[in-house]
């Protein structure tokens, strides 16, 4: 009897489009189930280092990804408070020199149309949204799931079964973890500015990084220039028994986020003032797993090691994450054991961005007189170094696939 070459995916995200691109080059047939009805612009704004433009490349993605991305000369880092730039991170020519690809920022659903297009292009890979990935349970040739549109019941056999269904995983808490999803006891207020309401000092060709006391700030141009994505990120003040502390709050007050901006520049504050729409996204992470996987079944992205987004590189994760595996399960006869190289291979570099983008996390909201010293330290530092900071990110390589 001809091995199963079929793979199940849970999750049409950035993490389960990119598997099953990845997979569907390396000769598998992909189905992938999303309980969302439609695709509509979730998410906000994306960075995108050359590390993922790398494995996007791979993926035969990357020249639709460059032309629908924004390609910014650098983040300025500003003191929240003063509204000065105290150093700028070098990116486009330097970036595009150094690692011979661009630095880009694009918008979540930008980034998702793409991969999804791609996929849809491609005959091996089916995807059926308003169907959950209910349960998973494994056997000895494979792996079966049950799959629910809300009106029947399917169940299907796979080879492997991927879990990518994002940090609030209730896979990853039936199978590898009954821990649920952590609140980082961060929240981020969330905004996109349209062109002609960005006011002056903002240079639209560069991101911007703005450091204050207990908050900061990012601006970054996406949709191709058109928009400019806001992010304001503050110590969450909920209890941690609120019931609604892990939900998104849209259509939010500004004035609520008005009262958390003391010390910080009148620039910044007016933002708030003006006419656009606020969203409040409770910033969660996954609980730490021993395990991504369980036999045939394998975690990946946000469902695996969903992070804080101080280092920008969740979704670069996820995209990196899809690529290896892919490859592991294409070169490595035995499943079991291409799901337990993958995870050998991962592991590290995750641990490594995960504390990374924890130690940001301090950094960025320290408080006074603490984060006098960071602006000092940041200023005085050559600005060649901030960026090669990130070389042990950037220079990674995917493996070629098929
Ligand atoms: C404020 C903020 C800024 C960020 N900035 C950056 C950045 O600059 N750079 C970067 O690289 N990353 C960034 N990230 C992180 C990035 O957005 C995430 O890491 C990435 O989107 C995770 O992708 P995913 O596919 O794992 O999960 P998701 O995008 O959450 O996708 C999960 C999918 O699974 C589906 N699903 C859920 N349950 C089921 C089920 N039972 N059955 C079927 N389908 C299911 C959902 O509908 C969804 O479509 C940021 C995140 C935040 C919050």
């Known amino acids: 009897?001809?091995?199963?070459?079929?793979?199940?995916?849970?999750?049409?995200?950035?993490?389960?489009?990119?598997?099953?691109?990845?997979?569907?080059?390396?000769?598998?047939?992909?189905?992938?189930?999303?309980?969302?009805?439609?695709?509509?612009?979730?998410?906000?704004?994306?960075?995108?280092?050359?590390?993922?433009?790398?494995?996007?490349?791979?993926?035969?993605?990357?020249?639709?990804?460059?032309?629908?991305?924004?390609?910014?000369?650098?983040?300025?880092?500003?003191?929240?408070?003063?509204?000065?730039?105290?150093?700028?991170v070098p990116l486009g020519a330097d970036v595009q020199r150094r690692y011979g690809l661009p630095y880009l920022t694009i918008h979540r659903s930008d980034l998702h149309s793409v991969l999804l297009s791609a996929c849809n292009l491609t005959a091996d890979i089916h995807i059926k949204t308003n169907c959950s990935v209910d349960e998973i349970s494994t056997h000895l040739r494979g792996a079966s799931?049950?799959?629910?549109?809300?009106?029947?019941?399917?169940?299907?056999?796979?080879?492997?079964?991927?879990?990518?269904?994002?940090?609030?995983?209730?896979?990853?808490?039936?199978?590898?973890?009954?821990?649920?999803?952590?609140?980082?006891?961060?929240?981020?207020?969330?905004?996109?500015?349209?062109r002609e309401l960005v006011p002056d000092y903002i240079d639209n060709d560069f991101c911007h990084l703005s450091l204050g006391s207990n908050k900061h700030i990012v601006f970054y141009p996406v949709n191709t220039g058109r928009y400019v994505n806001m992010v304001f990120v503050t110590r969450?003040?909920?209890?941690?028994?609120?019931?609604?502390r892990n939900k998104v709050r849209k259509n939010a007050d500004p004035k609520q986020l008005l009262k958390g901006l003391s010390r910080t520049s009148k620039e910044i504050k007016a933002l708030t003032e003006l006419p656009i729409d606020w969203s409040v996204y409770p910033l969660l992470k996954a609980p730490a797993l021993k395990k991504w996987g369980k036999?045939?079944?394998?975690?990946?992205?946000?469902?695996?090691?969903?992070?804080?987004?101080?280092?920008?590189?969740?979704?670069?994760?996820?995209?990196?994450?899809?690529?290896?595996?892919?490859?592991?399960?294409?070169?490595?006869?035995?499943?079991?054991?291409?799901?337990?190289a993958y995870e050998k291979i991962r592991r590290p570099r995750i641990k490594k961005i995960t504390k990374l983008s924890n130690t940001n996390g301090e950094l960025y909201h320290m408080g006074f007189p603490f984060n006098i010293v960071r602006d000092f330290i940041i200023s005085n530092t050559k600005p060649e170094k901030l960026l090669s900071r990130q070389h042990w990110i950037y220079k990674w390589e995917p493996p070629k696939l098929g």
């Open 1 to 88: 009897m001809a091995k199963s070459r079929t793979i199940v995916v849970s999750g049409a995200g950035i993490a389960g489009l990119s598997a099953a691109l990845c997979l569907a080059k390396c000769g598998f047939r992909v189905l992938v189930f999303d309980k969302a009805k439609s695709f509509d612009t979730v998410g906000a704004g994306i960075q995108l280092s050359p590390n993922a433009i790398r494995a996007l490349d791979e993926m035969g993605v990357g020249k639709q990804i460059r032309n629908s991305s924004f390609a910014p000369n650098g983040i300025d880092i500003h003191s929240a408070s003063s509204g000065k730039i105290i150093n700028t």
């Open 145 to 194: 799931v049950i799959i629910n549109d809300g009106t029947s019941i399917d169940t299907i056999s796979a080879k492997a079964v991927i879990i990518a269904d994002g940090v609030k995983s209730k896979l990853r808490e039936t199978i590898l973890s009954d821990a649920p999803v952590e609140h980082s006891g961060y929240e981020a207020w969330r905004a996109m500015l349209p």
């Open 236 to 244: 969450s003040k909920l209890s941690l028994n609120d019931a609604d």
């Open 295 to 340: 036999g045939n079944v394998i975690a990946i992205g946000d469902a695996a090691h969903g992070m804080v987004p101080f280092a920008a590189q969740g979704a670069a994760m996820a995209i990196e994450d899809a690529i290896v595996l892919a490859d592991q399960l294409n070169t490595n006869k035995n499943t079991k054991s291409a799901i337990k």
